[in-house]
Nanobody, 127 residues
């Protein structure tokens, strides 16, 4: 599956952005799709994931974004969204979407478990 992330940009603290991850090539609903981010000098970290439809499509979030970010998927459009609100300067990073067809609950936060990655989209939050 090929993934294309978009929607990044510059926003002031407290603002909102919506990222999109468009997929092509395979049956999208069979894949869990997650968002990760990587700030300069830091490791890539888990942000959120929407499990595949066969696993109930449940969503999970990093504690740092819970209550501020919402992941959703539109299988008809082969797209996953990350709605980001109440943005903080520490949310500044390159955001990546990733997909996997065999993800299990215990490994959803590990980037190593995802087989497919999109290119990143830069989110910059100014103070």
């Amino acid at each position: 599956v090929q993934l294309q992330a978009s929607g990044g940009g510059l926003v002031q603290a407290g603002g909102s952005l919506r990222l999109s991850c468009a997929a092509s090539g395979r049956t999208f609903s069979n894949y869990a799709v997650g968002w990760f981010r990587q700030a300069p000098g830091k490791e890539r970290e888990f942000v959120a994931v929407a499990r595949r439809s066969g696993s109930g499509g449940r969503t999970y979030y990093a504690d740092s974004v819970k209550g501020r970010f919402t992941i959703s998927r539109d299988n008809a459009k082969n797209t996953v969204y990350l709605q980001m609100s109440s943005l903080k300067p520490e949310d500044t990073a390159v955001y990546y979407c990733a997909a996997d067809s065999s993800l299990i609950l215990s490994t959803i936060r590990s980037p190593d478990q995802y087989d497919y990655w999109g290119q990143g989209t830069l989110v910059t939050v100014s103070s």
